[in-house]
DNA sequence: ATCCTTTAGTCAAGCGCTTGTCCTGGCTGG
DNA sequence: CCAGCCAGGACAAGCGCTTGACTAAAGGAT
């Protein structure tokens, strides 16, 4: 039912009728002829095309778009959940909507397709598992974004992270502290670089403390269960056998302690475990995971603010200062063996 | 970068523009024209705005549109991952794309403004969690709809659902078949369709079987864990003592079972045990949770079929039988005492 | 050379809505 | 009694794109 229609039914011209239903101007308009456009709109089921709005206003929309690489089990996925979690709410806080855009096309015309056919004022990305592409579309249309958890080689866009090589370094402190010096480590699959940040904190906290970094206490895993499996599988059979194992993810480091079970090893005490990511699973598993939090639910807050505040300034200002890097968070468990939960000194 | 400038650049009119980047009526326009006003709009980051070519066009985007009723848990859900993933897979096998409309505002306007302003063809609505206004308001406005789970009100839409009815019955039936005649039932929440078909199929299978409703054997739950408990608590306290309890969900089950256990009674032997839907923790307890399986994913995937059925047939013949019951399957684990896996026989 | 057909475009209307400007009739005050 | 002023509303341009209708020039057939 268009807006004309509207305006033959109650004699009057499409432009008060534009007036009455966007309530402006608002005094130019009589009671009398307000109330019959109002009822008349009503009965007739009017709704503004959108399109048009747009296309007369030029004003962005109150949108938010999420863009969602999908493979089939993006909508189990915990991370998926909590980042989303995050931008939700925070938007709705500013009565901003949410649009979640799946995309499976993830070549640069796929995210020119996306980036045009949706109508949004900005849009979060998935650093991790979104084409690097995306960003440099993002910013030929001139399109707000930000990208959560973004990799090394888009440094310089607005972006929320965690500091996942302060994380690992206090995990692997901790086990320092706890008298351990034969600490392996299962790290994540090659390339990436939240994994490869990770593995960098273990080393650092292993050299400060004069700790020597032995090739046979780093298995190669892939973040995946199969793949903490081997890992766990391949240090238990190498020398030195590791008192102590920090892996890279919470997944990783469930399934070695699996192994580690199975091997007739006692958790922690024949062998301290570790992980990362804080996996609601990680406090369910027997023993408990110590393991390191990662604010997943306030990445998607922060993304949503960044894009909110550079949607408000469009261009002005250039806020490079819009990066965010999260602090972790020790979660003391039962693992690695430690019955309290002591304050890290530090 | 719009059209006309890319036209005033080429020296060419809009509409020469608009037919190349289209590629329509290619014949029309010599080879030579044509690559310079394909460079030029690559090099001047073309991108069509997608309101105005949706203004002139008219034609429907080839978007589906997911409406999600956001609360906080919403994508922490089960449910609602197996849905949308079966849409989503359904949807890309026919080049569709999905959004996923989130939404707060759970008031007629506040779906006319979401219908109004997102460029969909069409909309997926979870009947359980959707208000029923929205069905009237997508007829209105004329926009093709399907409703999954819908409620008993809603009975004459394009749905589909699940045989809770049936399911319900079969999980009694087993029961019976294994000597039960003590049967506690623990209900859904008041009112909710799916939760009085549960009721009714469980009812259905006593009365077939000549067994008495005894008001002492039915528990008000609420599908939640702390409404489990409770109605546990009381059907242990009151008289006659089940032998086996179905429980209107698995939520309630497994928190049904665990206030047996720790009374002490051994789960199935002293008290069978029967839930209902599938979540993932149903095959995690200890006893595994016999139950009966909602093909939810395939729910998903008949939505997203049916929808795109009648977006292609744009409201010719009314498909009146565009509803789809699907069949429940009963997963027979251990809490209700066989070892091995007989056919009900139908 | 003439007329017709292609070829390679241009033109302009129109999609539904917004908005600054302009118009009109009725009322006011002097 | 008339200029002036408002309230109340109409007009028209324009947002960026599409598309059927039209046209100018070039080539072909006769």
């Keep these: 039912m268009s807006l004309q229609r509207i305006a033959e039914q109650a004699g009057v011209s499409p432009s008060t009728v534009s007036r009455v239903v966007n309530n402006k101007h608002a005094g130019k308009v009589s009671e009398a002829t307000r109330r019959r456009i109002l009822d008349l709109a009503r009965d007739m089921h009017y709704l503004p095309n959108s399109q048009a709005v747009a ?103 607005p972006s929320v992270g965690s500091d996942n090589e ?89 399934a070695a302690m699996s192994v580690a079970k199975r091997a007739g090893l006692r958790v922690p005490q024949d062998i301290a475990m570790i992980g990362f990511d804080d996996i609601p699973l990680a406090q369910h598993v027997q023993p408990a995971l110590t393991t390191i939090h990662q604010p997943i639910y306030r990445m998607g807050q922060c993304a949503a603010e960044i894009l909110m505040a550079r949607i408000g300034s469009m261009g002005n200002s250039n806020r490079d200062a819009d990066v965010q890097i999260l602090r972790t968070r020790l979660v003391v468990r039962e693992s690695c063996g430690a019955k309290r939960a002591p304050q890290l000194d530090a």
Tied chains: 1, 2.
């Excluded at 993002?138 to 866009?157: H, I, K, L, Q, T």
């Excluded at 906290?205 to 700790?211: R, S, Y």
């Design 166 to 254: 302060g994380g690992a370094y206090d995990a692997t402190r901790r086990l320092i502290q706890l008298g351990h010096t034969q600490i392996a480590f299962i790290t994540g699959p090659e390339g990436r670089p939240d994994a490869e940040s990770r593995y960098a904190g273990y080393r650092k906290a292993l050299q400060e403390a004069g700790i020597a970094l032995l090739p046979a206490l780093v298995a190669r895993g892939d973040f995946s269960e199969k793949g903490g499996r081997e890992a766990m599988r391949r240090l238990l059979a190498g020398e030195p056998r590791p008192t102590a194992v920090f892996a890279a993810n919470d997944q990783s480091a469930i």
């Design 55 to 157: 296309l007369a206003t030029g004003r962005p929309p109150n949108t938010l778009g999420l863009v969602i690489p999908y493979y089939s089990h993006t909508f189990r996925s915990f991370y998926f959940s909590e980042v989303s979690s995050g931008v939700l709410d925070t938007a709705r806080r500013r009565q901003m909507d949410v649009n979640l855009l799946v995309h499976h096309d993830d070549t640069a015309s796929g995210y020119r397709r996306l980036l045009a056919g949706n109508r949004v004022a900005g849009v979060v990305l998935f650093g991790d598992q979104t084409n690097a592409c995306a960003i440099s579309i993002c910013r030929e249309a001139g399109m707000p974004f930000v990208v959560v958890n973004p990799d090394a080689a888009s440094a310089e866009v």
